[in-house]
Nanobody, 116 residues
Framework: QVQLVESGGGLVQPGGSLSLSCVASGTGFTIYPMGWYRQAPGKERELVALINSVGSTTTYADSVKGRFTISRDNAKNMVYLQMNSLNSEDTAVYYC?????????WGKGSLVTVSS
């Protein structure tokens, strides 16, 4: 059974930085892409960033391009999201996602609040 646990959320001022981490337990982590999604209050969950299984290809939502960086460490079963130049529109619960064929695994989420 795959489990995903996010950490690193919190309160940050506009313009600040925050780093999220996600550790995966179970099998199959290293052969699948990984993603970060977010859901702001009153909005649908949206894709933030994707990374392929070996970490050589990344994809970002237009709203975070140039500010966020996704990376992974397969030896540690970890995926990271470095977030810079944060603004109020980045306030959301951030979820780690492991998309296997037929099943998408999700973490419980980590709240990021950008406010002065």
């Amino acid at each position: 059974q795959v489990q995903l646990v996010e950490s690193g959320g919190g309160l940050v001022q506009p313009g600040g930085s925050l780093s999220l981490s996600c550790v995966a337990s179970g099998t199959g982590f290293t052969i699948y892409p990984m993603g970060w999604y977010r859901q702001a209050p009153g909005k649908e969950r949206e894709l933030v960033a994707l990374i392929n299984s070996v970490g050589s290809t990344t994809t970002y939502a237009d709203s975070v391009k140039g500010r966020f960086t996704i990376s992974r460490d397969n030896a540690k079963n970890m995926v990271y999201l470095q977030m810079n130049s944060l603004n109020s529109e980045d306030t959301a619960v951030y979820y780690c996602n492991l998309p296997t064929p037929g099943v998408h695994y999700w973490g419980k989420g980590s709240l990021v609040t950008v406010s002065s």
